[in-house]
């Protein structure tokens, strides 16, 4: 059996890709998780080209619509990260991930839970949404679920089953 393929948020694998320069290395993800899969880093607001550092952004309710805004400049990056998440969706249904790894709480990667400016509610980062429309049965977890060796195990077995399901 080949190893499965996960995509992962580029910042967790100590990559410095993040607004400010920096990273979140997740230890987890990093070690124990590279062994034993292949790891497929994704920064969208990198590749989009919002280089590093950059002006941060947040989700903003406008409408019955969750925009994705720069802090400071108020410039509107939602069409361009929607385009941009269709074209590497593409390119990550084509490597047949078995998984993935996202930033919590990012604007871009966060998988839910993500603050919503001007909502009660909180939503989905642009990016991540788009990939679990996508890939619905998908394997993924935040790095808030990697923080116990449960949490962990959990994630590794529903990779691993999703694989043999899907590339057997």
């Given at each position: 059996?080949?190893?499965?393929?996960?995509?992962?948020?580029?910042?967790?694998?100590?990559?410095?890709?993040?607004?400010?320069?920096?990273?979140?290395?997740?230890?987890?993800?990093?070690?124990?998780?590279?062994?034993?899969?292949?790891?497929?880093?994704?920064?969208?607001?990198?590749?989009?080209?919002?280089?590093?550092?950059?002006?941060?952004?947040?989700?903003?309710?406008?409408?019955?619509?969750?925009?994705?805004?720069?802090?400071?400049?108020?410039?509107?990056?939602?069409?361009?990260?929607?385009?941009?998440?269709?074209?590497?969706?593409?390119?990550?249904?084509?490597?047949?991930?078995?998984?993935?790894?996202?930033?919590?709480?990012?604007?871009?990667?966060?998988?839910?839970?993500?603050p919503v400016h001007?909502?009660?509610?909180?939503?989905?980062?642009?990016?991540?949404?788009?990939?679990?429309?996508?890939?619905?049965?998908?394997?993924?977890?935040?790095?808030?679920?990697?923080?116990?060796?449960?949490?962990?195990?959990?994630?590794?077995?529903?990779?691993?089953?999703?694989?043999?399901?899907?590339?057997?």
């Amino acid at each position: 059996m080949n190893r499965p393929r996960v995509g992962i948020s580029a910042c967790l694998l100590g990559q410095n890709v993040r607004y400010d320069g920096g990273h979140k290395l997740n230890p987890f993800a990093a070690g124990r998780l590279g062994k034993l899969v292949s790891l497929v880093p994704v920064c969208p607001e990198v590749e989009l080209g919002m280089g590093v550092p950059r002006e941060p952004v947040r989700l903003e309710r406008s409408g019955r619509s969750i925009r994705m805004v720069g802090t400071g400049s108020r410039t509107d990056h939602t069409a361009a990260m929607t385009r941009f998440s269709r074209r590497r969706i593409d390119d990550l249904e084509a490597l047949e991930l078995s998984g993935y790894v996202f930033k919590k709480n990012s604007p871009s990667c966060g998988p839910s839970g993500v603050p919503v400016h001007g909502s009660k509610r909180t939503g989905r980062g642009l990016f991540a949404a788009a990939l679990l429309k996508a890939m619905p049965r998908l394997p993924v977890v935040d790095e808030g679920e990697l923080a116990d060796p449960a949490g962990q195990q959990r994630f590794l077995k529903r990779v691993f089953a999703y694989h043999k399901s899907k590339f057997p």
